[in-house]
T-cell receptor
Framework: ETGVTQTPRHLVMGMTNKKSLKCEQH?????MYWYKQSAKKPLELMFV???????ENNSVPSRFSPECPNSSHLFLHLHTLQPEDSALYLC?????????????????FGEGSRLTVL | RKEVEQDPGPFNVPEGATVAFNCTYS??????FFWYRQDCRKEPKLLMS???SGNEDGRFTAQLNRASQYISLLIRDSKLSDSATYLC?????????????FGTGTKLQVIP
């Protein structure tokens, strides 16, 4: 079993649909992330939850809505998306030491959810 | 200037060759540096951290030049299995959650 699992792996949706991406981590980490990866662009950080509180939101459109019910689960709710939102959405987790521990820089990623918006 | 800049490649090299990738970063206050590897249609995974004094892990050597704000990755004796995209990653801070910035990646193709 991988440390970070994402479902679904593939999703095709119309612009008027509502869907959700799910992420679960089994590593005991206390920080979780959503990243967007588009072709020929660097990974873009969308949301960060640390200790279950959202600590960063990089000006993501409101059609993307995150939810973190506990430290092991993270959702990304999608509604009225645009075709340019088609991308690979990666969930990641890490251990947040609150500035007191080592910065290992290690993010553990799930395999991603490939989203196509028609 | 991009926060983290890499040559996208692709670098096509024969097996056994030595290949080097460079990466530049714009924030001079950046604290820590990493190389990630991403195989085709897979998730990124940490390859190695980059330390000020340089560090080596088997066939892989990472170097940091703070004055010129670049980091490098050297791969010796390339294997077919090294074919992947190599992502340069920079963290402006220390501790806490990972506020890292990713480069676009450099694609390596090792040819038999």
């Amino acid at each position: 079993e991988t440390g970070v699992t994402q479902t679904p792996r593939h999703l095709v949706m119309g612009m008027t649909n509502k869907k959700s991406l799910k992420c679960e981590q089994h590593l005991g980490h206390n920080a979780m992330y959503w990243y967007k990866q588009s072709a020929k662009k660097p990974l873009e950080l969308m949301f960060v939850y640390s200790l279950e509180e959202r600590v960063e939101n990089n000006s993501v459109p409101s059609r993307f809505s995150p939810e973190c019910p506990n430290s092991s689960h993270l959702f990304l709710h999608l509604h009225t998306l645009q075709p340019e939102d088609s991308a690979l959405y990666l969930c990641a987790s890490s251990q947040d030491f609150g500035g007191q521990g080592p910065n290992t820089g290690e993010l553990f990623f799930g395999e991603g959810s490939r989203l196509t918006v028609l | 200037r991009k926060e983290v800049e890499q040559d996208p490649g692709p670098f096509n090299v024969p097996e056994g060759a030595t290949v080097a990738f460079n990466c530049t970063y714009s924030n001079s206050a950046s604290q820590s540096f990493f190389w990630y590897r991403q195989d085709c249609r897979k998730e990124p995974k940490l390859l190695m951290s980059v330390y000020s004094s340089g560090n080596e892990d088997g066939r892989f050597t990472a170097q940091l030049n703070r004055a010129s704000q670049y980091i490098s990755l050297l791969i010796r004796d390339s294997k077919l299995s090294d074919s992947a995209t190599y992502l340069c990653v920079v963290n402006p801070g220390s501790g806490g959650y990972q506020k890292v910035t990713f480069g676009t990646g450099t694609k390596l193709q090792v040819i038999p």
